[in-house]
């Protein structure tokens, strides 16, 4: 069964923290994903990793920064917490090439910055 | 700037009907789409995908895809209560000028069933 964790389902942390929020996934996926959502806002790509220490901005990595040194871990850094990075976030992987090649989901950290 | 649009809603259906989910696309060059469901609070599951023309069932649901339209619906035959969620829309999309491929999602569209 393939499967996708997180290290955390909910998370509250300070204004100016440093927050790592890990992901980890079995099923040996080249591509990983870090989203964060928000109502009425979809997911939003924050970085994305097609290689072990591979690492591409997505469309709002303003504040965050990303770490992949083994193929199964890749892990979402909030340098300085801030206030509107409360979010739900979350981590995806996805074989490459070949189809169906479908994304698949971690359960979610629910990050609230106080 | 690819992009995948699909009707907030709250698209309301009665328990019994048929539910028909919208989405356009507009890279002409996708292939393959995918309907994830998703409830509240909890992340996005995959419950469809389709890559050819044409209709494909899996139960009571069917995905349906019109590349020449540009244009992919997911129907869910005999709506049920517990089919009430925000179900996203999902096309596949080049990152990286070919490094690396995901998927770019519509917002989703909150469907609710009623008893």
């Known amino acids: 069964d393939v499967k996708v964790t997180q290290s955390s389902r909910y998370l509250v942390k300070r204004t100016g923290e440093k927050v790592f929020l890990e992901c980890v996934q079995d099923m040996d996926h080249e591509n990983m994903f870090w989203y964060r959502q928000d109502p009425g806002l979809g997911l939003r790509l924050i970085y994305f990793s097609y290689d072990v220490k591979m690492k591409e901005k997505g469309d709002i990595p303003e504040g965050y920064s990303v770490s992949r040194e083994k193929k199964e871990r890749f892990s979402l850094i909030l340098e300085s917490a801030s206030t509107n990075q409360t979010s739900m976030y979350l981590c995806?992987?996805?074989?490459?090439?070949?189809?169906?090649?479908?994304?698949?989901f971690g359960p979610g950290t629910r990050l609230t910055v106080l | 700037q690819k992009e995948v649009e699909q009707n907030s809603g709250p698209l309301s259906v009665p328990e019994g009907a048929i539910a028909s989910l919208n989405c356009t696309y507009s890279d002409r060059g996708s292939q393959s789409f995918f309907w994830y469901r998703q409830y509240s609070g909890k992340s996005p599951e995959l419950i469809m995908f389709i890559y050819s023309n044409g209709d494909k069932e899996d139960g009571r649901f069917t995905a349906q895809l019109n590349k020449a339209s540009q244009y992919v619906s997911l129907l869910i035959r005999d709506s049920q209560p517990s089919d009430s969620a925000t179900y996203l829309c999902a096309v596949n999309a080049m990152y990286s000028g070919g490094g690396a491929d995901g998927l770019t999602f519509g917002k989703g569209t909150h469907l609710i069933i009623q008893p």
């Open positions: 995806a992987s996805r074989t490459s090439g070949r189809l169906p090649n479908e994304q698949f």
